[in-house]
């Protein structure tokens, strides 16, 4: 939903590659500015789903890490 908000609502391109249950969002530098606000509610989200499942998902340098379904 955050990759599809930044690409397809505020418009800004951006790399996105899935595999493996692994999604990964590249911006540059300028354009990691104007999706900040987005960007900061995943972190968030993903922060407060941590805390209810500590032994399914790490969060670390800002991404998550071994987030299991």
């Known amino acids: 939903m955050t990759a599809n908000t930044i690409t397809e609502i505020i418009g800004v391109p951006a790399q996105v590659k899935q ?4 999604l990964l969002v590249s911006l540059s530098a300028e354009n990691a500015k104007k999706c900040r606000h987005v960007i900061e509610g995943l972190k968030l989200h993903l922060t ?9 998902i790490t969060i670390i340098d800002g991404g998550v890490l071994n987030a299991k379904y």
């Open 19 to 22: 595999q493996e249950g692994l």
């Open 48 to 56: 407060e789903l941590q805390r209810q499942y500590p032994h399914n």
